[in-house]
């Protein structure tokens, strides 16, 4: 959508596929069904059972904590969403551990596991957060990218994957869109299926009165030098990517 003028969406009433005002699930038009109804009518029509919820792997690297608290959001929002569940995981880090202490880096948290390429392949979904650096992903994160290449990549094992992004930037102008604009090579490469978030957020995506990370590419906060908080716009953002995600994964997963 521009910014030099054009048609704007009404602030007060959500536009078509958005969300209500509280962001409590995402509205998503398909005619005159909801999804749920289709997910039901499906399931009812080919006699398949739920047997197990399905898995989205929620993966990061965050510095300072930023990309981290998003994500927490981001699965909170996923398992609100009946028969789905979030799974936090980390991304190996590549800096030293005198590198990151010269930096002020705070330890990690150790109850969130280091993912391999191989456990991708375990998820109905995936959302990938990370840091931009100079407009483009954190190399701790391209490099775990790299590392996909081999049985992952050669034979397609993430093909048709549903797959989005969360990111976090220093500045208002330091790559909220072009982080996850050039990550999505990422998933061309493997075939996954990327899913934006649009405008599906409402209201909440013309808000102009304070600072707000995210775009349609996805959840995003601005880190500021470090020290700056999540705000609750950038957090309520984050949880309704969750819910937003869940409801494609769930959607896909019983057409």
Known sequence: MGKGGGCVPS????????????????????????????????????????KRKLKIFI??????????????????????????????????????PEILSQMKVPLKDDEIPVISPAQLTEADGLLFGFPTRYGTMAAQ?????????????????????????????????????TTAWTAITQLVHHGMLYVPIGYTFGAGMMEMDSIRGGSPYGAGVFSGDGSRKT?????????????????????????
């Open 11 to 50: 602030k007060t009433k959500p536009p078509i596929g958005g969300a209500s005002s509280d962001h409590d699930e995402p509205i998503i038009n398909y005619s005159s069904s909801t999804i749920e109804e289709e997910q039901q009518t499906v399931v009812k029509n080919h006699h398949v059972p739920i």
């Open 59 to 96: 993966v990061f690297y965050s510095m300072y904590g930023h990309v981290e608290t998003l994500a927490k959001r981001l699965k909170k929002g996923v398992d609100a969403i009946d028969g789905v569940e979030a799974v936090l995981y980390r991304v190996p880090e590549t800096f030293s």
């Open 141 to 177: 994160m391209k490099s775990f990218f790299d590392s996909t290449g081999g049985p992952l990549w050669e034979k397609q094992k993430l093909a048709g994957v549903p797959a989005g992004f969360f990111v976090s930037t220093g500045t208002q102008g330091g790559g909220q869109e």
């Open 231 to 255: 705000s609750e716009v950038e957090l309520a953002l984050a949880e309704f990517h969750g819910k937003y995600m869940a409801t494609i994964v769930k959607r896909i997963a019983h057409l």
